[in-house]
């Protein structure tokens, strides 16, 4: 895997051993920011269920300000370091070694402008769960954007609050663009 675009162009990205992660691919990347690259500029980006970093590492490579990586696997965060300090973004990413569950529970610094949602895709639940969280629409600022990446034939039940803006097939897979109602500051 390597960095598509951006500061970080190029750049070899490292997986975890075994098969616990499924780091986004070259297309579902490439299409992801292809729509999120007029609004990526200067945000402030969370990037849940991280595995080796992909996502997040893509938006700071074309212009996030910063990333709240959050991931639990001691495989994947060695992976998601290495990448981190390959690629030289170690003052504008934070990584967070947590159950995502368990990091809403805590004080969460946000609000964040983008979120990455990308847990297991066998685990349709979990996704629920945690855009369901009572502190996950407090930890957005107004008019943020949620993606969750998903499996097409597993669509999740969201919370009311959420609202699908758009839709983004990519095989098997959907990316799913979503805004909430409120969010830090009203929204």
Do not use: W
Not at 18 to 32: C, H
Request: charged share 25%; net charge positive; hydrophobic share 45%.
């Amino acid at each position: 895997m390597r960095v598509i675009a951006g500061s970080a162009k190029g750049r070899t990205l490292g997986a975890p051993r075994g098969g616990a992660t499924r780091p986004a691919t070259d297309r579902v990347r490439e299409t992801l920011f292809a729509i999120l690259e007029p609004i990526l500029q200067d945000t402030r980006v969370l990037d849940l269920f991280a595995g080796a970093g992909t996502l997040g590492i893509e938006a700071l490579s074309r212009g996030a300000a910063s990333v709240t990586f959050v991931e639990r696997s001691a495989e994947a965060l060695k992976a998601l370091r290495k990448n981190i300090k390959a690629t030289g973004f170690d003052s504008r990413a934070e990584v967070i070694a947590a159950n995502v569950l368990g990091f809403l529970e805590q004080s969460i610094a946000g609000p964040y402008e983008v979120v990455f949602c990308d847990p297991p895709f066998a685990d349709v639940a979990l996704l629920e769960v945690t855009l369901a969280h009572p502190r996950f629409a407090g930890a957005l600022a107004p008019e943020a954007l949620v993606v969750a990446r998903v499996m097409k034939k597993y669509q999740p039940r969201l919370p009311g609050e959420a609202r699908i803006q758009r839709v983004k097939d990519i095989g098997e897979e959907s990316l799913l663009f979503l805004r909430y109602d409120g969010g830090r500051g009203g929204g």
